[in-house]
């Protein structure tokens, strides 16, 4: 007899973007002549197209493995050390932040990482998670038997949620609790809050002072526009000793498609054993990639290492900039009709506040039917996310347009 994980049986529903396609499907195939003009802004999925020298880059390395001398079969499960040198370099160390090559680790994205961490960390951690949060964290602990069943509201046993609300600006405080694994994203998704440097410094305190390990998103780091925000959490002194740190390629170099990450393991981050022996975790995720991950593609990790090019930053610059001006459009949009508006400034979602006594499905349906427009109903990101839904700036100029011109028009 073959037995299944029944902790997949723990999940309430269907994951969130399933199920919004569910439901835009049954919307096209009932509608084909509003689904000629549906646009969607729900999925962080990028639309233009790859920059020019990342596209450049890659030929290159197509043309090295059609021949015999410059062939290459596997890589370093790790990734190339091209790369790895690239990102460290320009990431970390050019501002001033001691992070070593081999460090780094290249993957095939940060939602996969969020997820495979857990594979070196134990069931037995008190989990602190975010409310609005990506739905990747809280689902992938549930997967793996990290928590315990979902009360009627979807809550986890196990897990302790860090409100994020109007009132605390979306960024929570360190809980009075000890946790030991908490996780934080910032710029956040989905509501597009930044954390500053004062409330990480609270954290990154927090997280020595009870041993714990902050699991940081940073995928949304290239947004930053803002002064004071900081681009990584190692900025913050003492984050080495508590903190991993993900990041991505896929929202600043357009990679959602080629796929390509990676994700920071200080060397002197510590967890303890069963029997209270304190090992690093460093070792464990090279033996956690070497075991499981054959690597990322050559053609892609050359694409990767062009996004640091000088005619790669600029141009990767200017498609972060063409996201941040549709987010603004549609920022403009939403509050030109009467909502209540947060995000936009550092990141390329903006949450908005649905009128009083809409709930967000029911605010995801009545955009969906009568504007014809794709949004993501917050509700699918946490119970604090209810009331609120997320808008991605994820578009061309026309079409950010186009959607705020109809949020205007749309009459609640």
């Keep these: 007899m073959a037995f299944l994980n029944e902790n997949y049986l723990k999940l309430k529903a269907g994951y969130l973007f399933p199920e919004i396609g569910r439901r835009v499907k049954a919307f096209t195939d009932g509608n084909p002549t509003a689904a000629a003009r549906l646009i969607r802004c729900g999925i962080g999925d990028v639309t233009e197209p790859l920059p020019a020298a990342i596209t450049a880059a890659m030929h290159r390395a197509v043309d090295e493995l059609s021949v015999r001398a410059s062939f290459k079969g596997y890589g370093p499960e790790q990734g190339y050390d091209f790369l790895r040198h690239a990102i460290a370099e320009n990431d970390f160390r050019a501002h001033g932040l001691d992070v070593a090559d081999d460090e780094i680790f290249v993957s095939d994205g940060s939602k ?162 069963a029997t209270g022996e304190w090992k690093p975790l460093h070792p464990l995720w090279s033996r956690r990639m070497t075991t499981k991950f054959n690597g990322v593609s050559y053609i892609t990790q050359r694409g990767a290492e062009a996004v640091y090019s000088p005619e790669g930053k600029a141009q990767v610059r200017s498609l972060i900039e063409h996201y941040l001006g549709n987010a603004r459009i549609l920022v403009a949009g939403a509050q030109q009709a009467g909502l209540t508006v947060f995000g936009g400034r550092n990141a390329p979602y903006i949450w908005v506040g649905a009128p009083a006594g809409v709930t967000s499905w029911q605010a995801f349906d009545r955009i969906l039917n009568e504007a014809n427009v794709v949004i993501t109903p917050g509700s699918g990101f946490g119970r604090n996310g209810e009331g609120f839904f997320r808008v991605s700036a994820f578009n061309s100029r026309a079409n950010a347009e186009e959607v705020a011109r109809r949020l205007v028009a749309l009459k609640w």
């Design 112 to 273: 996969c990482d969020c997820g495979a961490i857990l594979d070196i960390l134990g069931g037995q951690n008190v989990l602190a998670i975010t409310d609005p949060v990506y739905p990747v964290y809280v689902d992938t602990n549930v997967m793996v038997g990290h928590t315990g069943p979902a009360d009627e509201q979807g809550a986890y046993a196990g897990i302790h949620y860090l409100p994020c609300t109007p009132q605390n600006g979306f960024i929570p405080e360190p809980p009075k609790e000890k946790v030991d694994v908490i996780y934080l994203c910032s710029p956040n998704n989905p509501t597009g809050a930044a954390a500053n440097r004062a409330q990480l410094e609270a954290w990154v305190k927090y997280a020595l002072a009870n041993r714990s390990i902050i699991l940081f998103d940073a995928a949304y780091e290239a947004y930053i526009g803002e002064a004071g925000i900081p681009h990584s959490i190692y900025e913050i002194p003492g984050a080495r000793e508590c903190a991993i740190e993900f990041r991505s390629f896929s929202k600043n170099g357009g990679f959602t498609g080629v796929r390509c990450a990676f994700t920071v393991v200080p060397k002197s981050l510590l967890a303890a054993t």
